[in-house]
T-cell receptor, first 111, second 112 residues
């Protein structure tokens, strides 16, 4: 157990639907990062939150949004889903500029 | 945009062989991290190197950061089946940013 908890582990949904992925960071970590991993693109940075505030944005689509709550857990919302959104979504947390601790990921399949 | 190129993309070797995988960029990174990922799991941090020319050893794994902090290598001595996995390098963070830029990885298979 890495200390970063992601739910659900698997998600199958239809095109056009909306889903929410949840992440609880490791105790004491203030930063949460969301990454998308696909076979051809590797790990792509989506967005970072630090202590409740958005800190950095990467290649995140407008259909996607995220937030970090006062208890530091984070949610990634994906809407108007397309087949191409099928991927592994990882959450990671860190303290400052140290290495990331990743969760086990959510495998999203859009059918 | 900072990019990291990893090579080779795939590597299949026999148990007991040595191997080296590479991570290269045209950009300078403040630090370079190596992760190992197994199927169905998230990447796990192996090491962080921060100083140009730095060498770190972790049992049979040797990590080196290039003098110019643009490249890194991972050398595995006497590979074992348990070394099988996807090895990812990640660069950063840059000034004012904590995000990491990941390479696409080297998929290593060690055959018993």
């Amino acid at each position: 157990d890495s200390g970063v908890t992601q739910t659900p582990k698997h998600l199958i949904t239809a095109t056009g639907q909306r889903v929410t992925l949840r992440c609880s960071p490791r105790s004491g970590d203030l930063s949460v990062y969301w990454y998308q991993q696909s076979l051809d693109q590797g790990l792509q940075f989506l967005i970072q939150y630090y202590n409740g505030e958005e800190r950095a944005k990467g290649n995140i689509l407008e259909r996607f949004s995220a937030q970090q709550f006062p208890d530091l857990h984070s949610e990634l919302n994906l809407s108007s889903l397309e087949l191409g959104d099928s991927a592994l979504y990882f959450c990671a947390s860190s303290v400052g500029k140290g290495g990331y601790t990743f969760g086990s990921g959510t495998r999203l399949t859009v059918v | 945009t900072q990019l990291l190129e990893q090579s080779p993309q795939f590597l299949s070797i026999q148990e007991g062989e040595n191997l080296t995988v590479y991570c290269n960029s045209s950009s300078v990174f403040s630090s370079l991290q190596w992760y190992r990922q197994e199927p169905g799991e998230g990447p796990v941090l192996l090491v962080t190197v921060v100083t140009g020319g730095e060498v770190k050893k972790l049992k049979r794994l040797t990590f080196q950061f290039g003098d110019a902090r643009k490249d890194s290598s991972l050398h595995i001595t006497a590979a074992q089946p348990g070394d099988t996995g996807l090895y990812l390098c990640a660069g950063g963070p840059g000034a004012g940013s904590y995000q990491l830029t990941f390479g696409k990885g080297t998929k290593l298979s060690v055959i018993p």
